[in-house]
C-alpha cells in the first residue's frame, strides 16, 4: 500500500498565498507522476496540476501562471504553491500519486484525503 498526507490547507484572503505538501510513501512502490486535484461542492474533481518523476508538468488554464507544482523525488513529495488565491479557487484539494509495485509491476492511483483550500474575505 502507498499511504498519501496532504498537509497546508486553510483559509486566505484573495489574493494571498498557500503551500500544499504532499508525501507519498510506499515500502515496495516506485512513485511516478504526482498531482493535485480539486473538487468545489456540487462539481467534479478536476485536475489542478501534475508533475512526472522527470520534472515534466502541466497545468489547468485557469491556474496557469499562479500556481506552481514541484517535487523533491528523494523524499516522493509534492509541492503546490499557490499566489494570488481567488475566491474560485475554493475547493478540496486532493493529492495523487500513481504508484508502481516493484514485486507485481502492476500500476495504481492512490488518493490522500484531502485539504480544504477557502480564498474568502
Known amino acids: 500500500q502507498v499511504q498519501v498526507r496532504e498537509s497546508g490547507g486553510g483559509l486566505v484572503q484573495p489574493g494571498g498565498s498557500l503551500r500544499l505538501s504532499c508525501e507519498a510513501s510506499?515500502?515496495?512502490?516506485?512513485?511516478?507522476?504526482m498531482g493535485w486535484y480539486r473538487q468545489a461542492p456540487g462539481k467534479q474533481r478536476e485536475l489542478v496540476a501534475r508533475?512526472?518523476?522527470?520534472?515534466?508538468?502541466n497545468y489547468a488554464d485557469s491556474v496557469k501562471g499562479r500556481f506552481t507544482i514541484s517535487r523533491d523525488n528523494a523524499k516522493n513529495t509534492v509541492y503546490l504553491q499557490m499566489n494570488s488565491l481567488k475566491p474560485e479557487d475554493t475547493a478540496v484539494y486532493y493529492c495523487n500519486a500513481a504508484a508502481t509495485n516493484l514485486i507485481s509491476k502492476s500500476a495504481t492511483d492512490y488518493w490522500g484525503q484531502g485539504t480544504q483550500v477557502t480564498v474568502s474575505s
Open positions: 508533475i512526472t518523476s522527470g520534472g515534466s508538468t
Open positions: 510506499g515500502r515496495t512502490f516506485s512513485i511516478n507522476a
